[in-house]
């Protein structure tokens, strides 16, 4: 276990506001409160529109709603303490001590935490004695819900990682877990808190247990609960407008936002909801990664189970943006975080900053948080995922099996050099007949267009259920470079393929194609209208970004003037014109710093408003040599402007400005080259979290991690040629072979095509592909070689020179 300081579970009133003449706050987290002032009139007032401008989007449940969801746990409740009984009774237990033995239905999650949004699903835990067997739960007690009359869908998924039982009851979505504990009886009013709990209990049962006991610890270690609800509330609905709620694909998931928010609520314990989710965005824009985030001194327990501690586990030095579960055993929520994945969200981070900004001035209002930029505006070359299924039960788990490993297809994206990001949209589309048809039925209304719609329609896929996940693809800027994305490609849908019959899900009709698509070519996947109302998403979101650019330059520039001194003999002026001069300096200043705009009077200029390098991140020691030299020229990256167009806010103030906000790094491979070296001095240097004390054993920890992670950089060859590979491959024989391999199968025949496609983005009249004998279109064209072979020798060749347009490379599996 970690070498910390023991320390002992904080106890506090949930609603209990600390005032600035009572005793001194009781410090909450792992440093002291960067302010302790309490919050403002104008703070308030942002605080109730805040309140107003979530409401539109049924982020609050009503009473009758809420009541109803309670009265199906009661009749859950029952059901299990009923349960646990009969189950004793068949085991040869009197019945007058079964009725004794108990048995509880917890709830966790968002549920747990208080902000559920209307038609939210419950995460609950059904907690047995020790009599009480796992076969029992997924046999005995999955036949009484199936036989209740409010249930409906349910589905026992007991090979998962957390073991679990999916059901609706009576309208509500219910996760169910299961975890028996070496206990004779369950109480009613038992806390699952307590460490020794654990004691003599199986792994899934630790993981079952884990989520209510991080729930319970979050509650516990905010200050004030009805400031973290809503703050949390605005903060989700930003995450999922924005596209970066999802802990499957690599963002961040629900019980990860609620950490980070319980953190900046520990930084800020008086605050106001509104400050709160602008100080997030100040906090956590800044915080310097990959130091972790915790909610308080890990506990020093040791019952054998694995923990997060980079010193010990060589796989959590690579942890790009740690965040660490306040429960033990203490994991880190965001493993699944990539560099692709790490890079949007500090965008979003620095974006959601410089609009709170704008809000807490009273420029603009609350709903400009929610609005993001269009995904599919952003970038001109994807890679769409489609998930093709016979029937509907099959279409849901195989859904589910390819979104769980799409993250290892953005990492084998990453490791190519050239890619200098790889962001796949989290929103799952499903592919609708009929729509290309209509939308060229709208647009011109000709039988021959539509035919040819519904052609192309067919070639999209035949199955009668599709599901499309898109991948939009940034290249590095730099010409006469050489991208091979087919294997790639090719050993992520291998791998999907392979695990799907290893745990016997493959059927017949089960198939996964990754197809490179232009801009352009979207239409023929999604609906027109989706995609005219996201190009004036796209439109609306450049202009207030130049506004909010122009407004920035013009703010900088007043500032700076206003600080100017006077010319020699020349006297200030007097008046109503100083008093102007003086509120636009502090209107200004306001605007251009990270000054708190919850700071009161009474607190004086002793508060800290701004927060500290301890406050933001972990204490750590500094390195000297080639690899402490790297670390540092990675975190001196980020300061350079961000490439959104945003303007940052670092002028010259009469305040220290906080260190510059983690932006992604210019060039991919360049930051590709420091990541390992990056997280294993970042991981040795955070041992001065757990202890201060051990300088010495830190260092040798760090020396040993630098000597193990040590690597070569990447050869870069350079090219005549402008290449950029996808791959389209059809699983359709793949799939007959693996499920019907008693039958024999024969391999499918070999080819090579050669493909023109038109590079013009405007052009959204032009075919799909295009013959190659139409030589006249070469100049715009972009090449795909499409070449079908075994995994083991599919290599793309070029067959004739290289057009000045991107060429694209894609390899082709016959039926």
């Not at 993001?372 to 489609?386: D, E, G, K, Q, T």
Request: with cysteine; glycine share 6%.
């Amino acid at each position: 276990m970690w070498n910390s300081e023991p320390t002992h579970r904080q106890h506090h009133q949930h609603n209990g506001n600390s005032t600035s003449g009572g005793p001194p706050a009781k410090q909450l987290g792992m440093t002291s409160a960067i302010s302790l002032a309490e919050p403002r009139p104008e703070d308030l007032q942002r605080t109730d529109e805040l309140r107003g401008s979530l409401e539109p989007y049924n982020v609050f449940e009503s009473q009758d709603e809420l009541n109803h969801r309670m009265e199906i746990l009661a009749k859950l409740n029952t059901l299990v303490k009923q349960w646990v009984k009969e189950i004793s009774v068949s085991k040869n237990m009197p019945e007058s001590a079964a009725e004794k033995l108990g048995g509880k239905i917890y709830t966790f999650g968002s549920y747990r935490l208080g902000v559920h949004h209307k038609g939210a699903d419950i995460d609950a835990l059904c907690v047995a004695p020790r009599n009480i067997e796992r076969t029992d739960y997924f046999q005995s007690f999955f036949e009484v819900l199936k036989k209740q009359p409010e249930v409906t869908e349910c589905r026992s998924v007991e090979e998962a990682f957390v073991p679990v039982i999916k059901m609706n009851f009576d309208g509500i979505e219910i996760d169910l877990l299961f975890a028996r504990l070496s206990l004779k009886e369950i109480p009613d009013d038992f806390d699952l808190r307590d460490d020794n709990l654990l004691r003599n209990l199986d792994h899934r049962s630790v993981r079952s247990l884990n989520g209510c006991r991080v729930t319970d610890e979050i509650l516990a270690l905010v200050p004030n609960i009805e400031n973290f609800r809503l703050a949390l509330r605005t903060i989700k609905l930003w995450a999922k407008k924005h596209g970066i709620y999802s802990n499957s694909l690599g963002y961040f998931g629900g019980v990860t936002w609620a950490m980070l928010v319980a953190r900046t609520c520990q930084l800020y314990p008086n605050a106001a909801a509104a400050t709160l989710v602008h100080k997030f965005f100040l906090v956590f824009s800044r915080w310097k990664w990959p130091n972790p985030v915790l909610l308080k001194h890990p506990d020093n327990v040791n019952l054998r189970f694995q923990v997060w501690d980079p010193r010990v586990n060589a796989s959590d030095r690579y942890h790009l943006m740690p965040i660490i579960t306040p429960a033990y055993p203490q994991q880190n929520s965001t493993f699944n975080v990539s560099e692709s994945t790490k890079k949007v969200i500090l965008t979003e981070f620095n974006r959601g900053m410089n609009i709170t900004d704008e809000i807490m001035l009273g420029r603009i209002p609350w709903e400009r948080l929610f609005e993001a930029p269009s995904f599919f505006y952003r970038y001109r070359h994807f890679i769409v995922l489609l998930v093709n299924s016979q029937t509907a039960d099959d279409h849901l788990e195989w859904c589910g099996l390819v979104e769980s490993k799409v993250r290892l297809l953005i990492g084998n994206l990453e490791r190519n050099p050239h890619i200098a990001l790889a962001h796949v949209n989290p929103k799952c589309f499903e592919f609708k007949k009929g729509q290309s048809a209509n939308n060229s039925q709208n647009n011109s209304g000709n039988e021959d267009d539509l035919k040819q719609s519904q052609g192309n329609q067919s070639a999209v896929t035949s199955a009668p259920f599709c599901s499309m996940w898109f991948i939009g693809l940034e290249f590095e800027r730099s010409e006469n470079l050489n991208v091979d994305l087919t294997e790639s490609i090719q050993n992520f849908t291998e791998h999907v393929m392979m695990h799907g019959v290893n745990i016997k899900m493959l059927k017949e009709g089960m198939t996964i194609d990754a197809r490179h698509v232009k801009r352009k070519q979207l239409s023929l996947y999604l609906d027109s209208d989706f995609l005219k109302r996201e190009r004036k998403s796209m439109e609306s979101h450049n202009n207030f970004n130049n506004t909010l650019l122009a407004n920035r330059k013009r703010l900088s520039t007043e500032l700076a003037q206003s600080q100017d001194p006077l010319p020699p003999g020349q006297q200030p002026s007097s008046g109503n014109r100083g008093r102007d001069s003086g509120a636009k300096i502090q209107r200004l200043s306001d605007s251009l710093t990270e000054e708190n705009s919850n700071a009161s009077s009474d607190m004086g200029a002793g508060t800290p408003t701004t927060p500290t390098t301890a406050q933001l991140s972990a204490p750590s020691f500094k390195t000297s040599g080639k690899n402490g030299s790297e670390l540092d020229v990675v975190e001196q990256e980020p300061s350079q402007p961000h490439n959104n167009g945003n303007a940052n806010s670092n002028t010259t103030t009469t305040e220290q400005p906080p260190p510059a906000p983690p932006q992604p790094p210019a060039h991919h491979h360049h930051h590709q080259k420091f990541r390992k070296n990056n997280n294993a001095a970042a991981a040795a240097a955070s041992n001065s979290i757990f202890n201060q004390r051990s300088i010495l054993h830190a260092a040798s920890s760090l020396s040993a991690a630098l000597s193990i992670t040590g690597h070569k950089r990447k050869q870069q060859t350079a090219t005549s040629t402008t290449m950029i590979s996808s791959s389209n491959i059809a699983h359709s024989n793949y799939t007959q072979h693996s499920t019907h391999n008693n039958n024999g199968g024969g391999g499918g025949s070999h080819y090579n095509k050669t493909y023109y496609i038109d590079d013009d983005d405007e052009d959204n009249n032009q075919p799909l592909l295009t013959p190659n004998n139409q030589t006249q279109q070469q100049q715009k064209a972009v090449r795909i070689t499409a070449t079908s072979a075994s995994p083991a020798t599919s290599v793309p060749v070029a067959t004739s020179a290289a057009p000045p347009a991107p060429t694209i490379s894609s390899g082709l599996r016959s039926a």
